[in-house]
């Protein structure tokens, strides 16, 4: 197991803007998160091209793809839309004793 894991506290499906890199200032909805490396990819941000061959058997179509790539954890933050900033997560417990994601600043939950 690597030890140099990164703790997070965002989720997939959680709203995020780039806080560093070269697309600083963006937002998107965070798809998936790559644990043992410490990444996420974002729908949207750090865009990339991948040359790929054609397969007519599965068909594909060779070119030039626009994808997604994976981009470090440390270079998000979650976006607070009543605040229309980037904010923390804190963690308490409701009135059911379960526990659930607070932004820090507003103390509003995270849905």
Known sequence: MNKNLMPTKLRSGDEVIVIAGKDIGKKGTL???VR????AIVTGINMVKKHTKPNPEMGITGGVVEQEAAI???NLAIWNPK???KDKISYSK???GKK???FKSSGAEIK
């Open 94 to 96: 409701n009135d059911d």
């Open 31 to 33: 798809r998936e998160i």
């Open 72 to 74: 470090s954890l440390s």
């Open 36 to 39: 043992d490396k410490n990444k």
């Open 83 to 85: 605040n229309k900033s």
């Open 100 to 102: 659930i994601r607070l």
